[in-house]
């Protein structure tokens, strides 16, 4: 008996040094792309996403190692269009900061898994859930004629590529083994923001600063996430570490008024609380009683959040 408890408490710390290291990644992803935004003057969101897919395409390759040469073509169509949802979900999102702010453009994006998980539930339930969130969007967006509706439209557009990732992401998984195919997705992204980067530099200049603002934003929204989230997700279930990611929205809060000084006003915050609410009822309807698996028993890739 003592043998079984000393167990269990082995279990309940390294669970606890789990949720710490995913609770670190999400506030450095926040962090970076924060420092990230600071270079937006200069060489706008288009080069800080360059710069931002390069590393994260360094760090994954060496990793994974994907055999890509053998893939068939049932395992490419996914991966390309994978790659594809990467580069449009990351250039969205950071010009949705560039307009409205890191807080409210990442809750907003946060409305496309939030979607998925409304989608998959079968509970009644979720018809609050939904018309919570859609109070949320209302006030976070406070429709009025001066509005950025086109930021709040990136913003969206962010959501609705978060909610195809983790479609994508899915068959990915089933159909590439380890995190073969993400690697490979992210490498395309980067291939294809390669002279969209060259470009970009050549003609702007940046100082070694600025450089060094897109190159952290790469290394802390990237490279920190996935480490963090493959070393934790071993130990962390898989529903956990799907709860885990709702307080990204409030770190993107916080951060920007820490970093950037984009104070928000009660109805954003409000607008925060109800999506992120939404988000955390629907996944708790979706539990399943089946135990708590980690994302390593079920065969799943790590989920990088934000792309």
Not at 237 to 245: C, E, K, Q, V
């Amino acid at each position: 008996m003592r043998h079984s408890g000393d167990m269990a408490e082995v279990q309940k710390q390294t669970r606890a040094s789990g949720i710490a290291i995913l609770l670190t990644s999400g506030l450095s992803n926040q962090v970076g792309a924060a420092v990230g935004s600071l270079a937006f003057p200069v060489i706008g969101p288009v080069g800080v996403v360059a710069m931002r897919q390069f590393v994260a395409a360094l760090v994954l390759l060496p990793i994974a190692r994907p055999r890509f040469w053998r893939f068939s073509w049932a395992q490419w169509w996914p991966i390309l269009l994978l790659a594809v949802v990467f580069g449009t979900m990351n250039l969205s999102l950071y010009t949705a900061i560039d307009r409205i702010g890191l807080g409210l453009a990442v809750t907003l994006e946060f409305l496309g898994p939030l979607a998925v998980a409304l989608l998959s539930s079968r509970s009644r339930a979720t018809i609050i859930c939904a018309a919570a969130a859609i109070v949320g969007v209302l006030c976070i967006t406070q429709p009025s004629p001066t509005a950025d509706f086109v930021g709040i439209g990136l913003g969206v557009v962010a959501a609705a590529c978060w909610a195809a990732y983790i479609l994508l992401n899915r068959t990915v998984g089933r159909r590439v083994p380890g995190v073969g195919g993400t690697a490979m997705a992210t490498s395309v992204s980067a291939l294809v923001y390669l002279p969209i980067g060259i470009v970009t530099l050549s003609t702007t200049k940046p100082s070694m600063l600025i450089l060094g603002f897109a190159i952290i934003a790469g290394v802390l929204s990237s490279a920190v996430p996935y480490v963090c989230d493959l070393i934790a997700l071993r130990t962390v279930p898989a529903h956990l570490f799907s709860l885990l990611m709702s307080v990204h929205p409030v770190f993107a809060a916080l951060v920007g008024a820490a970093i950037l000084g984009q104070a928000l006003n009660v109805g954003e915050w409000i607008g925060i609380a109800l999506i992120t609410g939404a988000n955390v009822a629907a996944l708790l309807l979706n539990r399943s009683g089946k135990g708590e698996p980690t994302v390593a028993d079920e065969g799943g890739d790590p989920v990088e959040t934000n792309g």
